[in-house]
């Protein structure tokens, strides 16, 4: 009980580190700007409900994806964990994002699913993370990751929903912060995946 209480942990903080909702609230309130708040609320809605059902197919078919495509565990936690360590990277490295001074984009709801729903919520850091999880996981542990990620996605509708209070309350520059410290721990993740792949390639 307590393995799988471990694990439940570790995917959590897995997608809520490459996924976080903080980060995620400017690239929101930029696309958003000139809608009204029930078309930001209904946005929202369908934004974590594409990302989830992305995540969620590849949860569930990562096995068979890598038995298709004849791929191996340490290959791709090499591979996935440098592209994970190249995300963090570049949101350590990104410079501050001003929601005031951002262009005016042409409003539509079809941002919802692109780009808000796929890439932003379930990007190619996101579905690495869920595959990386999956090589290995059994049926239970799918399970937690389905519930895992969709609690990570309603932590994302509530933070799109409440996104102008949020950005009034913390302030741009905290949220600036807070999306470093992610990006942080992204690449230590990152990392932590290259060293698994290695020594599951070369030392077992």
Not at 18 to 36: E, Y
Not at 104 to 119: A, M, Q
Not at 134 to 158: H, K, P, Q, R, S
Request: aromatic share 12%; net charge neutral; no cysteine.
């Amino acid at each position: 009980m307590e393995s799988i209480a471990l694990f439940a942990v570790a995917v959590f903080t897995g997608f809520i580190a490459i996924n976080n909702p903080i980060g995620n609230i400017p690239v929101f309130l930029g696309l958003t700007k000139s809608a009204d708040r029930s078309t930001k609320r209904k946005i929202s809605k369908k934004a974590t409900t594409t990302a989830f059902v992305i995540v969620a197919g590849f949860i569930l078919l990562g096995k068979y994806i890598f038995s298709l495509f004849g791929l191996t565990i340490p290959a791709f936690k090499i591979t996935g964990g440098i592209l994970v360590f190249f995300v963090g990277f570049e949101m350590i490295r990104a410079q501050e994002l001003s929601i005031d001074n951002q262009s005016e984009v042409n409003f539509n709801e079809g941002i919802s699913i692109s780009p808000l729903g796929i890439p932003i919520l379930a990007g190619p850091g996101t579905i690495v993370t869920a595959m990386n999880f999956t090589t290995t996981a059994t049926y239970l542990e799918i399970i937690i990751m389905l519930i895992m990620f969709a609690g990570v996605m309603w932590l994302n509708y509530l933070a799109f929903i409440s996104s102008e209070y949020l950005v009034r309350y913390i302030g741009e520059n905290k949220i600036v912060v807070v999306e470093k410290i992610m990006g942080l721990i992204i690449a230590i993740i990152g990392t932590n995946m290259i060293i698994e792949g290695i020594q599951l390639a070369f030392f077992q």
